[in-house]
């Protein structure tokens, strides 16, 4: 794992991944999708909810290219650990507020509002489709903001009302939702 672009360009970490119940994101699918989000947004001015956090790799990174108010979300306490060592090893602790909690019950007690939420549930998690409504009705994606699920090509979003894109790298599929006003 490694960060792409800002601060810490180049900086790689290794996860003990072999034991934990995570799919850290390929490169090959990060750079796609940080590649888009630079055309799209100002990293500097944007609140950002990682969700199903695994290894960090997505907060260490918008948190590179500016970001000042990254909250992770993740359940399984080796990650938060690791995170933990990481945000110290980079200095960012006052950049990244996380949270050991599973997301569902996250999400029903935040009254936090994002700029830009991304998620990267297990592939198989069973409510997978209910995700984008439950975030988006909640109303914590701010107006103009960013819902980013990664998930399999064997799951699809195309029929939600909320959903605007999606780009395929691989077997990763990152599926876009931005409320319609």
Request: proline fraction near 5%; glycine fraction near 6%; charged fraction near 25%.
């Amino acid at each position: 794992m490694r960060i792409i672009a800002g601060e810490f360009r180049g900086r790689k970490f290794n996860p003990p991944a072999n034991k934990w119940p995570t799919r850290p994101t390929t490169d090959f699918a990060k750079e796609g999708l940080y590649n888009i989000l630079q055309n799209r947004i100002d990293f500097e001015e944007v609140t950002m909810l990682d969700l199903f956090g695994g290894t960090g790799n997505h907060c260490y990174e918008f948190v590179s290219r500016g970001c000042t108010d990254v909250t992770y979300v993740e359940k399984f306490k080796p990650c938060l650990a690791f995170v933990k060592e990481i945000a110290t090893q980079l200095d960012i602790n006052d950049k990244l507020t996380m949270v050991q909690s599973d997301v569902f019950k996250y999400l029903e007690s935040t009254t936090k509002n994002f700029d830009i939420i991304f998620a990267d549930p297990p592939y198989d998690m069973k409510n997978m489709l209910d995700l984008p409504n439950i975030i988006l009705n909640k109303e914590l994606l701010n107006r103009g903001g960013l819902l980013i699920i990664e998930h399999s090509k064997q799951t699809t979003f195309s029929s939600n009302p909320m959903h605007i894109e999606e780009r395929t790298y691989g077997g990763c599929v990152f599926s876009f939702f931005s409320k319609q006003d």
